[in-house]
């Protein structure tokens, strides 16, 4: 099993930044790709970035330019800097892995990012 904590989740208003982190431990051996997802109230949960294990990064059309996802190999953790926020980014943040031997993709609990106008 691969278990992610996530953390840097709060309350902060429009155009501020957040930095959040997740840290992998256990059976990590053979992780691809890391990365974040999105949950809004009453909707569902949306991709926001991921890294891949050689470096190259994508991310979702509505956080271009504004996020940044990073991955320190050595501490097994990846972060997502959020710069110029919106209330739109108003959602639980999610952090998984994804394992290619033995096969297997993982979830962090979720972290609160609230923004207010």
């Known amino acids: 099993q691969v278990q992610l904590v996530e953390s840097g989740g709060g309350l902060v208003q429009a155009g501020g930044s957040l930095r959040l982190s997740c840290a992998a431990s256990?059976?990590?051996?053979?992780?691809?790709?890391m990365g974040w997802h999105r949950q809004a109230p009453g909707k569902q949960r949306e991709f926001v970035a991921r890294?891949?294990?050689?470096?190259?990064?994508n991310y979702a059309d509505s956080v271009k330019g504004r996020f940044t996802i990073s991955r320190d190999y050595a501490k097994n953790t990846v972060y997502l800097q959020m710069n110029s926020l919106k209330p739109e980014d108003t959602a639980v943040y999610y952090c998984?892995?994804?394992?290619?031997?033995?096969?297997?993709?993982?979830w962090g609990q979720g972290t609160q990012v609230t923004v207010s106008s």
């Open positions: 890294v891949f294990s050689g470096g190259s990064t």
């Open positions: 998984n892995a994804d394992r290619s031997r033995p096969p297997g993709m993982f």
């Open positions: 256990g059976n990590i051996f053979n992780i691809n790709t």
